[in-house]
């Protein structure tokens, strides 16, 4: 696949990239706003991971127009600035990650994000019983649908997606849609898992404690 990283950092930019190119990609490297702005038109790129925090160009604009002139290729904002992440998202952003974050964590981000872009029938995620199918929004438990809500379908895909991984609360907490603070507070992962656990099977999510979460084995 085909990616374009943009990123005036070179500190940041160099790793970055060579985590890219080991991972199997070609990687373009915008260092500025202007390289940027040259570099990234429709139809080129599979993937942009973009600097939200550019010194000499507003990211946010310079995705807008990508978007205006038919550009569809995923992009993955890169912020220091959390507080922006529903300005990113509504963008046209296709996922937001905290910096500072850890590389192996990027890949296997690009490659779920490319993995569901590059699927014509649309990603449909299975893990024993539990089949999730992110284009209809349908989650079923043993061939029975699950009646889930936004925040609990949202941390569903993400445990779905690397089953035996365990993702850390700060990576579920970016999954959730923009509003989950609303609802819950502080607290708002623990109290969605155990909202999810009560429809799925409390057995169904391991607490890796000090770190997060998983599914459980198939054993």
Same mark, same amino acid.
């Given at each position: 696949m085909r990616l374009l990283l943009i990123e005036e950092d070179e500190m940041i930019g160099d790793p970055i990239a060579d985590a890219m190119r080991r991972a199997?990609?070609?990687?373009?490297w915008a260092r500025d706003g202007r390289g940027a702005e040259q570099?990234?038109? !429709? &139809?080129?790129?599979?993937?942009?991971?973009l600097d939200a925090?550019? @010194?000499?160009? &507003?990211?946010?604009?310079l995705l807008l127009r990508y978007r205006r002139q038919g550009g569809r290729a995923a992009v993955i904002m890169l912020t220091d600035t959390p507080?922006?992440?529903i300005g990113n998202v509504d963008a046209g952003a296709d996922d937001v990650l905290i910096k500072p974050f850890d590389l192996d964590r990027l890949v296997s981000r690009v490659c779920s994000l490319l993995r569901r872009?590059?699927? !014509?029938?649309? !990603?449909?995620?299975s893990h024993g019983a539990l089949v999730l199918d992110a284009v209809s929004n349908q989650a079923t438990m043993r061939g029975q649908a699950l009646s889930l809500d !936004?925040?609990?379908f949202a941390l569903l895909q993400a445990l779905l997606e690397e089953p035996m991984r365990v993702c850390t609360r700060s990576e579920l907490e970016e999954r959730l849609p923009n509003d989950r603070g609303k609802q819950f507070g502080g607290d708002a992962i623990e109290s969605h898992v155990q909202s999810l656990r009560c429809k799925i099977g409390?057995?169904?999510?391991?607490?890796?404690?000090?770190?997060?979460?998983?599914? @459980? @084995?198939?054993?």
């Amino acid at each position: 696949m085909r990616l374009l990283l943009i990123e005036e950092d070179e500190m940041i930019g160099d790793p970055i990239a060579d985590a890219m190119r080991r991972a199997g990609h070609t990687v373009d490297w915008a260092r500025d706003g202007r390289g940027a702005e040259q570099l990234l038109k !429709p &139809d080129i790129y599979d993937l942009v991971l973009l600097d939200a925090d550019l @010194s000499k160009c &507003d990211a946010i604009d310079l995705l807008l127009r990508y978007r205006r002139q038919g550009g569809r290729a995923a992009v993955i904002m890169l912020t220091d600035t959390p507080e922006r992440r529903i300005g990113n998202v509504d963008a046209g952003a296709d996922d937001v990650l905290i910096k500072p974050f850890d590389l192996d964590r990027l890949v296997s981000r690009v490659c779920s994000l490319l993995r569901r872009r590059n699927d !014509p029938e649309g !990603p449909v995620y299975s893990h024993g019983a539990l089949v999730l199918d992110a284009v209809s929004n349908q989650a079923t438990m043993r061939g029975q649908a699950l009646s889930l809500d !936004p925040f609990e379908f949202a941390l569903l895909q993400a445990l779905l997606e690397e089953p035996m991984r365990v993702c850390t609360r700060s990576e579920l907490e970016e999954r959730l849609p923009n509003d989950r603070g609303k609802q819950f507070g502080g607290d708002a992962i623990e109290s969605h898992v155990q909202s999810l656990r009560c429809k799925i099977g409390a057995e169904q999510i391991v607490t890796v404690r000090g770190v997060g979460y998983r599914l @459980s @084995s198939m054993e």
